[in-house]
């Protein structure tokens, strides 16, 4: 059993930056690959990037790519989301998630373990 625990978000302006945090709780951290999905109101929840257990694979979704940044301390049991450049698309619950697999995976379906999320809002 994974808790995730998100933390970070908040009200922005477009061009701004926010960092948001997962911490996990009652497994093994450092196997799990681990992921940021979001849901924008009144629309379906969307992959946004993803990491492999060992940091060393990441997956992002297009409308991310460039302007996001995933990353995770093993040691300290915490995956990060910079998110540069905001957006006011960019409003949405952001959730954590993780799973045991090898490599990130953008189906939501693929993901055993979710945290409550956090709301990111950006006005333009």
């Known amino acids: 059993q994974v808790q995730l625990v998100e933390s970070g978000g908040g009200l922005a302006q477009a061009g701004d930056s926010l960092r948001l945090s997962c911490v996990a709780a009652?497994?093994?951290?450092?196997?799990?690959?681990m992921a940021w999905f979001r849901q924008a109101a009144g629309k379906e929840r969307t992959y946004v990037a993803g990491?492999?257990?060992?940091?060393?694979?990441?997956l992002y979704a297009e409308s991310v790519k460039g302007r996001f940044s995933i990353s995770r301390d093993n040691a300290k049991n915490t995956v990060n989301l910079q998110m540069n450049s905001l957006k006011p698309e960019d409003t949405a619950v952001y959730y954590c998630?993780?799973?045991?697999?090898?490599?990130?995976?953008?189906?939501?379906?693929?993901?055993?373990?979710w945290g409550q999320g956090t709301q990111v809002t950006v006005s333009s």
């Open positions: 998630a993780a799973d045991r697999f090898s490599v990130p995976d953008r189906r939501e379906r693929s993901y055993t373990y």
């Open positions: 009652g497994a093994t951290f450092g196997t799990y690959t």
């Open positions: 990491i492999q257990w060992n940091g060393k694979s990441t």
